[in-house]
């Protein structure tokens, strides 16, 4: 007997082929459809119908039922006693919620990150950090901001904590599809000298300076976004004055 086949309900064969199961299926649907949430090809608001998807994705309804419930169980659906289950928006709040959440995630990471890394670990920051600096002193701001990426990637990845991973991937995709990229090189600049000085702290094993500030990092973040906002909004009242 082969070790992990139901053989009550063994896999379907056509043509000796083995035919995708409804697992299968719902996840299929589920990555298709969080997919155009993320990219916004779903705007916020858009109502989404078993009917519909189960005809675009050459499914049944069951298997697109268990992805939306998935969806709507991240965050990423709303249900309206009207309409059902539409794309949820993420207001302001909400977005402030958000990166509260992630500020004690990452300061979370920061210290296990401390408390956990290997000397191995600590060159891989180290060469990171400094193509970081290299590519902002040639003015490569798109090679930066990855590296600057690549840098938090590497944290979580050290912190070898997988429900504290799934959580900040959650909120970050959450946070993704709600809010402008912060691509300015003054913020490059500041980022970067933030991820220096964690890095310091996490070379001194300085587990509390960590938390800190890997905290801190994602307060400026939010900081900057709030003044973002303010000045779009005060932006938008002019031009409806000057009109």
Same mark, same amino acid.
């Given at each position: 007997?082969?070790?992990?086949?139901?053989?009550?309900?063994?896999?379907?064969? *056509?043509?000796?082929?083995?035919? +995708?199961?409804?697992? %299968?299926?719902?996840?299929?649907?589920?990555?298709?459809?969080?997919?155009?949430?993320?990219?916004?090809?779903? @705007?916020?608001?858009? +109502?989404?119908?078993?009917?519909?998807?189960?005809?675009?994705?050459?499914?049944?309804?069951? +298997?697109?039922r268990?992805?939306?419930?998935?969806?709507?169980?991240?965050?990423?659906l709303?249900?309206?006693?009207?309409?059902?289950? *539409?794309?949820?928006? *993420?207001?302001?709040?909400?977005?402030i919620?958000?990166?509260?959440?992630?500020?004690?995630?990452?300061?979370?990471?920061?210290?296990?990150?401390t408390?956990?890394?290997?000397?191995?670990?600590?060159?891989?920051?180290?060469?990171?950090?400094?193509?970081?600096?290299?590519?902002?002193?040639?003015?490569?701001?798109?090679?930066?901001?990855?590296?600057?990426?690549?840098?938090?990637?590497?944290?979580?990845?050290?912190?070898?904590?997988?429900?504290?991973?799934?959580?900040? %991937?959650?909120?970050?995709?959450?946070?993704?599809?709600?809010?402008? +990229?912060?691509?300015?090189?003054?913020? @490059?600049?500041?980022?970067?000298?933030?991820? *220096?000085?964690?890095?310091?702290?996490?070379?001194?094993?300085?587990?509390?300076?960590?938390?800190?500030?890997?905290?801190?990092?994602?307060?400026?973040?939010?900081?900057?976004?709030?003044?973002?906002?303010?000045?779009?909004?005060?932006?938008?009242?002019?031009?409806?004055a000057?009109?």
């Open positions: 007997m082969s070790p992990g086949v139901d053989q009550q309900h063994p896999p379907k064969l *056509v043509g000796g082929r083995r035919v +995708p199961g409804q697992d %299968s299926h719902a996840e299929a649907v589920y990555a298709a459809t969080k997919r155009d949430i993320l990219s916004s090809t779903l @705007a916020p608001g858009t +109502p989404l119908r078993e009917e519909a998807l189960a005809r675009a994705h050459g499914v049944s309804r069951t +298997p697109v268990e992805a939306l419930t998935r969806l709507e169980r991240e965050g990423l709303w249900r309206r006693s009207r309409t059902g289950l *539409v794309v949820s928006e *993420v207001s302001q709040d909400r977005l919620d958000l990166y509260v959440l992630r500020e004690a995630l990452e300061g979370l990471v920061g210290r296990l990150v408390e956990r890394r290997t000397e191995f670990d600590l060159t891989r920051f180290e060469l990171t950090v400094e193509s970081a600096s290299r590519a902002l002193s040639e003015g490569d701001m798109k090679r930066a901001l990855k590296l600057g990426s690549e840098f938090h990637h590497l944290l979580r990845q050290v912190a070898g904590n997988q429900p504290l991973a799934r959580a900040l %991937s959650d909120v970050l995709e959450q946070v993704q599809r709600s809010a402008t +990229p912060l691509d300015s090189r003054a913020r @490059a600049e500041q980022s970067h000298a933030e991820h *220096v000085q964690l890095l310091e702290a996490i070379r001194a094993r300085d587990v509390d300076a960590a938390e800190r500030l890997a905290a801190t990092h994602v307060r400026q973040i939010l900081k900057l976004r709030i003044a973002i906002s303010i000045e779009d909004g005060a932006r938008s009242q002019h031009a409806v000057a009109d």
